[in-house]
């Protein structure tokens, strides 16, 4: 009986939170009022503004500064005209409710579907890395490299968690680096595992890494540039403020990361994830065996070198804004094919230990697809604009010190329900931006605010990237929110107290 009752009381599969939050976000839509803000985009083809008004009538007007002018949009024109800004803003001063737009039970049914078919991107990403690792991991390779690394930093295993992510928060302050970082996952695993440490250690030194890079972006432009450019200054404001919370945040991170991860070698039973070991050990040590040494021979050498060399490319591409989830796909594709001829394997073992291998990761990509359900169901339900207008109404006239604070706590509420960075700028920055005027401040600290809050909430949102994480690693939401939460309201608190003495030196 006692087994039964602790089988029920076991925390739900990251399918079932994301269902939960889907049927909550519809119910929203029938308690929240739907509302609509008019957008403005320019047309290069025709060298016109589009306004889009809240009935879906469509008005052009002359793209000059005048017309700007005109529509209380305090940007300068060439934003526009010179590609600076290219998806819709909202027009301060033209919030209008509308009929309501409440999401029922075929919506909610639907919109996993649909939010399969949005991103059907990203999934096929991961299904040909999960391809790439299943041959990589039939040739022995990780296994002869993990040997190898682990007698390398022997007594030093915390330097190469530290280095993992001090690189990837560099990769996210400088281009966002993000969903790129699930590929790092199952190399990384058997590595940390092997040193002693458990996978909340992994998934912190990657998710942490990446996430804190973003929160404290520097020069990032899907989030920094973007934002800037909505409100209007240039995103070298606040840059060298930036630099500073970003070093003193992720040395914050690895102190805290450092603590728990010495525990855990101490003693594995103080681990969170302590009676799941067994099993994730299993998962991704489950061909390596530290007596039997495998030879790190040229055929795996070569092997891990084609695959490692994937990832400058993927940065160059990203980083220059041309690539994007196609791009990085058809790298990797081109990846798997030499790996098979690299393999030493039949043609029909190559193919099926690669189809075997994009199999491991159906329940990942499938996580992916029903998060962004739940931002379908909102938007179908017209309520993010309501957000914006009633967030952006709490903070007209405050005192300067309060505003920037309330911002960050605004902008991370508001980070769940538009989780794309660039869309939330592009949206909020012309409603938010000119309220710092009203209190004299630099719109720089407005920035500030929108990227630590929507990078704050990105510690634990289920819309965003976690949960995809924690099915990959075999981690549940629960254990995670454990170990997160006392870092996140740390961050917290030095967030806050940073954008004080933002509002004091700028």
Sequence with gaps: MSQNKKKKMEFPTAFTVLFIILILAALLTYIVPAGLYSKLWYDGEQNLFVVEDHKGELTTF???????????????????????????????????????????????????????????????????????????????????????????????????????????????????????????????????????????????????????????????????????????ISFKEGLVFRVVSLVLAMAITLIYIYRYAKKVKEDPRNSIIYEDMDRIEEKFLKDYNPENVIPFNWRRMLILLVFLSAFPIMIWGVSTGKWWFPEMSGLFLAVAIIIMFLSGFSEKEAVNTFLEGAADLIGVVLIIG???????????????????????????????????????????????????????????????????????LSRAVVVTAYNWGQGWMAFITPTGLILATLEMVDVTYDKWLKFILPLMGIIGVFAALMLVVHTIII
């Design 62 to 232: 002359p793209a000059t500064q005048e017309t700007l002018d005109n529509l209380n949009i305090k940007l300068d024109v060439t934003k526009f005209t010179g590609g600076s800004i290219k998806k819709p803003i909202a027009i301060p001063d033209t919030y209008k409710p509308i009929e309501q737009s409440p999401q029922g039970l075929l919506s909610v049914i639907m919109a996993p579907v649909e939010g399969v078919m949005d991103t059907v991107d990203i999934m096929v990403f991961v299904l040909i890395l999960g391809g790439i690792i299943g041959l990589i991991n039939k040739t022995g390779t990780f296994d002869a490299g993990i040997a190898a690394l682990s007698r390398k930093t022997k007594g030093k295993e915390f330097l190469l968690v530290a280095f993992v992510s001090i690189l990837i928060a560099l990769g996210g302050t400088t281009f966002g680096l993000a969903e790129e970082t699930i590929a790092l996952y199952p190399i990384l695993m058997p590595i940390f595992i092997a040193s002693g440490y458990d996978a909340i250690v992994c998934i912190a030194a990657i998710y942490m890494g990446s996430s804190i890079g973003t929160m404290f972006s520097t020069v990032n432009p899907f989030s920094v540039a973007i934002a800037s450019n909505a409100a209007g």
């Design 370 to 440: 029903v998060a962004r359900a739940i931002n379908i169901v909102m938007d179908k339900g017209m309520i993010s604009d309501t957000l914006l207008y009633y967030t952006s109404s709490i903070i007209k006239n405050m005192n300067a010190g309060v505003f920037s604070v309330v911002q960050m706590i605004l902008f991370s509420i508001l980070g769940f329900f538009v989780p794309s960075s660039s869309g939330l700028a592009t949206l909020s920055m012309p409603i938010m931006a000119p309220l710092a005027d009203t209190v004299g």
